[in-house]
């Protein structure tokens, strides 16, 4: 009969863990069986609250569309004029400078021919009309000289006096 009692013992601890087996199998399909009520309210939450934010996002995607358009034709207008008056500036620039150039040649050119005419005209005043003054001074110089002996007094020198002046010489 021991044998009896150990195997009788051993199959009521082999029933009750087969019974708290089925018990936490129980409880695992129970608590299995609410997740997809669970998962279903949270989604109808995020959709709740992400409806509204997409069709505001829609909205103003859409209302957008139109200036985003007016906008972009007309960067795009400008940015073809700019280049337009940029070329033309480019154009009146390149030919301002190349009038500029020929205005500062021809300036050059005539203060070089002044300056040439005015040193060929210093040398001709010189020659023409200095060069027949001086000899016309010079004459009148003589002249002059020649009045100023002619009217002058002659001193009748002593010899005395020319022997003081011969010693104040020494």
Request: charged share 25%; aromatic share 2%.
């Amino acid at each position: 009969m021991e044998q009896n009692t150990g195997l009788t013992v051993a199959l009521i601890l082999v029933a009750i863990a087969v019974l708290m087996q089925a018990a936490a199998m129980l409880g695992i399909w129970l608590t299995i069986r609410k997740i997809p009520e669970q998962i279903e309210g949270v989604r109808t939450d995020v959709k709740q609250r992400l409806d509204p934010l997409s069709q505001s996002v829609l909205e103003i995607v859409t209302n957008s569309r139109e200036p985003l358009r007016n906008i972009t034709t007309n960067l795009a207008e400008v940015s073809r004029t700019l280049r337009d008056r940029t070329a033309n500036v480019d154009a009146v620039v390149a030919d301002l400078v190349d009038k500029s150039r020929l205005q500062i040649i021809r300036v050059d050119q005539l203060v070089t021919e002044l300056v040439a005419k005015v040193d060929t005209t210093a040398d001709a005043v010189q020659r023409g009309v200095l060069g027949p003054l001086r000899e016309v001074s010079a004459v009148i110089k003589g002249v002059r000289s020649g009045i100023d002996f002619l009217f002058s007094r002659r001193r009748v020198s002593n010899v005395s006096e020319a022997t003081q002046d011969e010693q104040l010489f020494i």
